[in-house]
Structures are given as C-alpha cells and as structure tokens.
C-alpha cells in the first residue's frame, strides 16, 4: 500500500503564490508517474499537471505558463508551485501516483483563492 500526504494548501489572495507537496511512503515513486488533480465544488476532478518518471510534464491549458510540476526522487516527493493564482484556480487539490497498474491518492487539499 501507498500513502500520499498533502500540504501547503491555504487561503490566498489573487496574484498570489503557493506550493502544494505530496510526499509518498514508498520508493515505488521513483518509477511513478505523479500528477495534480482539483476538483472544485460541483465540478468533476480534473488534470491539473502531470510528471512522468523521466521528469517529462504536461498541464491544463489554464494553468500553462502558472504552474510548475516538479520531483525530488530523493525525497519521494511531488511539488505543485502555483503562480498568478486565480479565483478560478480554487478547489480541492489531490496528488496521485500511478505506477504498476494502479492509482494512488492522496486526501486532498484545500486551495481558495479570494480577496
């Protein structure tokens, strides 16, 4: 079993930065692809960006130019750094993991944006 544990959501204002961290349990993150998933409220959960084992990444055409996806194999963990956050941008955050046929999550956390 994997663990993923999130952090570093939080209230901000427009403009504004934060960095989410999801930390794995396990070394099987080193063979992972990881990615960040939001959902806000009555919407579907939704790719936000996307890292391959290699360290290739992929995002959100919204978030393009914003985010930055990032890894540290070391530490067995995924960082999510959000630039020119937007209120559009709040929701839950959730970190998965996907490697060896199966997909892991992690609880989610809570980003709003709002002044």
């Known amino acids: 079993q994997v663990q993923l544990v999130e952090s570093g959501g939080g209230l901000v204002q427009p403009g504004g930065s934060l960095r989410l961290s999801c930390a794995a349990s396990?070394?099987?993150?080193?063979?992972?692809?990881m990615g960040w998933y939001r959902q806000a409220p009555g919407k579907e959960r939704e790719l936000v960006a996307g890292?391959?084992?290699?360290?290739?990444?992929n995002y959100q055409d919204s978030v393009k130019g914003r985010f930055t996806i990032s890894r540290d194999n070391g530490k067995n963990t995924v960082y999510l750094q959000m630039n020119s956050l937007e209120p559009e941008d709040t929701a839950v955050y959730y970190c998965?993991?996907?490697?060896?046929?199966?997909?892991?999550w992690g609880q989610g956390t809570q980003v709003t944006v709002s002044s």
């Open positions: 396990r070394n099987i993150f080193r063979i992972a692809t």
């Open positions: 998965s993991l996907d490697a060896l046929r199966r997909i892991y």
């Open positions: 890292i391959s084992s290699g360290g290739s990444t």
